[in-house]
């Protein structure tokens, strides 16, 4: 039987997920889709309202859950991987230490993007070298694994010959609410994206005709540039959308909005430290209610997802990138994998962010503009102290972390990063055998 796994399939971002696989279920007709968690409860509630969704739907499909990695990608095809060492709980520690230390405290991004980092390299190696040895020939190794940069850095030096795929929705998140400001498709709009994840610039935005239509492809990033100025620069750039604007107002181009904590590291350092709970510990509450939905409409005759764990350009983004892979099609996405020199300004051979032609026969970069010297400097290094911290994670060494910390344009000293990094190092130490032990996976 055909399979397709998802490691972190007990996630509460699965069921969007395996909803927009379905929107193609006759290419999965008897196919068997495997549910692969580290925690019982959440993967039992995933897979049940997972097979009621694929009966609804009439697909023929198979969902289960497993709790044994070999039965989980043994024959696999597709490999989804998401996992989140240490859930939500030890997410919470990468936002709260480094608060302490007058940093940012960020899922992916300073400090705390760089101790996820230790945790979820190891698990992916892992998943790989097995994957390698019991999923079906040809595999394909699509992954959501935060932090994606670093992961993915990590894969093309260990795995370099995998047909490996790291995937970010912020890009395609971007381009959606755009297109929803120019009431166009998001399909119609084409984003030259360049740089690493969470931390690249588009300068051309290009608008193609509706299909059918006659027409010239025109590119509305000064259209977006000008309506940028119209907002008061009073409104803080702390969130997402007003970081972008304040963003594109300043530089002229289309940001990822990630960049928003390293340009305006100062107001948004004081607005979480005013914060009474970090991110995760408000998303702890969040995922308790989107369960109980989930058991809920897991139940009913007639299951709906009325409550929806990530934006739809999530589920969208992984799913469509499955599908083409899967129906022999050719589509663009914005990926991570290799930079073959294909953007220029970042180090070649190393991972980066950029457009692909996605098909049968793997993925075929787009090229792109060079990015200019003000926008490279910060994203090289950013990219330096992630490359030698994916090093420091598979080799579990001390002293290379801490030079990376030190690095990372957020940590202001050598001290301090020595500081976060012991710190953060002791509080996960349950997941970071490689620095603990002796052992070491490169
Ligand atoms: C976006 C980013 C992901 C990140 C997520 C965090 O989707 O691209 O990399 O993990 O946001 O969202 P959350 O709801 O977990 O804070
Ligand atoms: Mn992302």
Redesign the pocket.
């Known amino acids: 039987m055909n399979k397709l796994t998802i490691v972190g399939g007990g996630s509460a971002y699965t069921p969007d997920i395996l909803l927009s696989l379905l929107r193609e279920k006759d290419l999965f007709a008897g196919w068997h889709w495997v549910l692969y968690d580290v925690a019982e409860e959440p993967a039992r509630i995933v897979a049940s309202l997972g097979q009621a969704l694929v009966n609804e739907a009439g697909a023929e499909v198979k969902v289960t859950y497993t709790l044994d990695k070999h039965e989980a990608l043994d024959g696999a095809r597709f490999v989804l991987a998401q996992p989140r060492p240490g859930g939500l709980r030890h ?1 919470a520690l990468d936002e709260r230490i480094p608060l302490r230390y007058g940093v940012i405290g960020q ?2 991004v300073g400090p705390g993007g760089l101790s996820f980092a230790w945790r979820s390299i190891p698990v992916v190696m892992d998943l790989l070298e097995t994957s390698l040895q019991i999923a079906e020939p040809g595999f394909w190794f699509v992954s ?1 694994t ?3 940069g670093m992961v993915c850095e990590a894969v093309l030096k260990k795995y370099p010959n995998a047909r490996f795929i790291a995937l ?3 890009p395609s ?1 971007v381009q959606r609410e755009i297109a929803r400001f120019l009431r166009v498709e998001p399909s119609r709009l084409e984003m030259e994206y360049r740089g690493v ?2 931390a690249g610039w588009v300068d051309h935005l290009y608008l193609k005709p509706a299909p059918g239509d006659e027409g010239e492809v025109k590119d509305v990033l000064p259209k977006i540039r000008s309506w940028a100025r119209w907002i008061p620069s009073l409104v803080a750039p702390t969130g997402e959308t007003f970081g972008t604007i304040r963003l594109i107002k300043e530089h002229g181009s289309l940001p990822d909005p ?1 960049l928003r904590y390293y340009y305006y590291r100062d107001v948004i350092f004081s607005h979480l430290s005013r914060l009474k709970v970090t ?2 510990e408000y ?1 702890m509450h ?1 995922v308790e209610e989107l369960y109980t939905h989930y058991e809920r409409e897991a139940a009913r005759p007639r299951p709906r997802l009325r409550m929806h ?3 739809a ?2 589920s969208d983004l992984a799913a469509s990138v499955i599908l083409t892979l899967l129906s022999g099609r050719r589509a663009r996405f914005i990926i991570q994998q290799r930079n073959e020199g294909n953007v220029p300004g970042l180090p070649h051979g190393h991972a980066a962010q950029f457009p692909a032609d996605v098909g049968p026969d793997g993925w075929h970069p787009v090229p792109v503009p060079p990015l200019t010297e003000r926008q490279s400097a910060l994203i090289r290094r950013i990219q330096d102290a992630e490359i030698l911290n994916a090093e420091a994670a598979l080799k579990g060494d001390r002293s290379l972390a801490i030079e990376a910390m030190a690095l990372n344009p957020l940590v202001p000293s050598k001290a301090v990063a020595q500081k976060l990094v012991d710190e953060l190092l002791e509080a996960h130490r349950e997941f970071l055998p490689q620095f603990f032990d002796g052992s070491s996976s490169s």
Do not use: F, I, Q, V
Request: charged letters at 30%.
């Open positions: 997410r899922e992916t959501y935060n932090p994606a970010c929705d912020e998140g994840n969470h990630y991110r995760a998303l969040r764990r990530g934006h350009s999530h």
